[in-house]
């Protein structure tokens, strides 16, 4: 029978070579969700005018990997079939959606400074924030990215709304707005373009949004803040919205340069993903949500093993030892460094083996693959390959996975080239 047959695999099974003539596994048969996008990184390592508030959609936008996750088209037509406008903006990171209302003072004064912010800003800006999220919550809501493409909005999700106004003369404002359990973010837009300006990363900015109403409350800029981290305490003068960003990613990043070197260089290999594949593959954008899925506090270790890995596939060495995991959406997905070495597997569906290995080993809803195949002159082609199927535990198989060397290290690129052979092709 099969299971005899795999036992005795288990039992027989060298590192020199597999064991001939016996039936293996077939359980990659069953057709799991799986894509595979190559990339090639070398040496890793007339004008339309717009208004202000135009150009503080572009910016932000920018920093929430562009046209990706920025959605246009923001309306929908409500039970009554009346079209119903929603924010100027929404961006999306990690499960996250970021409305943005933007006010503007018009050149033409009529009311008073004071009375335009409480009836433009904390009002009419406020009702328009509460209209997105409502709609959004209640609606099936379809827009698009700004590569045309369609997406659904999703109820449920957490909301970080902004409010920006344009408006030099007011020095004085409220910074955070909270009704009920709604708690909405303002900023003057040169406080706005200083906070974009010391924060890097499209995760900081979610995080700042946050940490900025729990701090700020209703009670605006503190004079003196004191930041206690995990391993250093960080000590500030606040004068400015440019001060409290500054100090809050030297809290953040304890104070530690390199951390933030490494998130950032995190962030430009998934820009250098994003601008390979638009449009080559429709399933990139979920690839693309699993990498957002590093915390940039801890991307020197995700490119720490990215690295590892790089420089094994460069020379010419077998490894995927290397390995993280995320949640998203209550699913947990396995994120492994496969060096595969300086040669190309014949089949690229021979990915397929372990990643079914790490699912099991792991008990993960899913894994993705970052394939480094090198050269000698330090370059890699990188092939990422997502993986899906649903988990369920296998004993045998595991134990058959744990004896024939996939996660002790003994595993070469002869053994498991043969190994997935047999698993796919039954040669």
């Not at 373009?193 to 700042?208: N, Q």
């Not at 340069?257 to 998130?263: S, Y």
Request: aromatic share 12%; with cysteine; glycine share 4%.
């Amino acid at each position: 029978c099969p299971l005899c047959l795999i036992r005795s695999v288990v039992k027989t099974a060298k590192t020199e070579q597999l064991p001939t003539g016996v039936e293996l596994p077939k359980r990659l048969i069953s057709e799991p969700t799986s894509v595979i996008i190559s990339m090639k990184i070398i040496l890793w390592g007339k004008t339309k005018q717009v208004t202000r508030s135009e150009k503080i959609c572009n910016e932000i936008g920018a920093k929430f990997f562009c046209k990706d996750f920025v959605y246009e088209n923001l309306k929908y037509y409500n039970s009554e079939n009346q079209r119903v406008e929603l924010c100027d903006a929404l961006f999306e990171y990690a499960s996250i959606y970021v409305p943005l209302q933007i006010k503007e003072r018009s050149k033409s004064k009529g009311k008073q400074e004071d009375a335009w912010l409480k009836e433009i800003v904390y009002d009419e800006a406020v009702r328009q924030i509460k209209t997105t999220i409502e709609a959004i919550n209640n609606n099936n809501i379809v827009v698009n990215d700004l590569y045309h493409q369609t997406v659904k909005l999703k109820s449920g999700r957490l909301i970080f709304p902004v409010i920006v106004f344009d408006n030099p003369a007011i020095t004085d404002y409220q910074r955070v707005i909270i009704d009920g359990n709604l708690k909405i973010n303002v900023f003057k837009l040169e406080d706005y373009e200083a906070m974009m300006s010391a924060i890097m990363h499209p995760y900081d900015i979610i995080y700042y949004l946050q940490e900025r109403v729990r701090w700020l409350g209703n009670s605006g800029l503190p004079h003196f803040i004191i930041g206690d981290g995990e391993r250093s305490t960080i000590l500030a003068n606040i004068r400015s919205e440019r001060d409290f960003a500054t100090f809050f990613m030297q809290y953040i990043y304890e104070g530690k340069p390199n951390k933030q070197m490494q998130a950032l260089k995190h962030l430009a290999l998934i820009g250098k993903f994003r601008d390979n594949q638009i449009k080559k593959n429709p399933q990139y954008k979920r690839i693309l949500e699993v990498l957002q899925l590093i915390e940039p506090k801890v991307a020197d270790e995700f490119m720490g093993r990215f690295d590892y890995a790089w420089e094994c596939a460069c020379e010419d060495k077998f490894d995927f030892s290397k390995c993280v995991q995320v949640q998203y959406e209550g699913k947990k997905t396995s994120i492994v460094f496969f060096s595969v070495g300086r040669k190309a597997f014949a089949n690229k569906e021979y990915y397929q083996v372990v990643a079914d290995a790490k699912q099991l080993k792991q008990k993960a809803d899913a894994v993705l693959l970052i394939v480094f195949v090198g050269d000698t002159l330090k370059c890699c082609n990188i092939d990422w390959f997502y993986y899906e199927k649903q988990y369920a535990p296998d004993a045998i198989v595991l134990e058959f996975y744990e004896k024939i060397g996939m996660f002790n290290g003994t595993m070469s690129f002869d053994i498991y080239e043969e190994l997935c052979k047999k698993m796919l092709e039954g040669k």
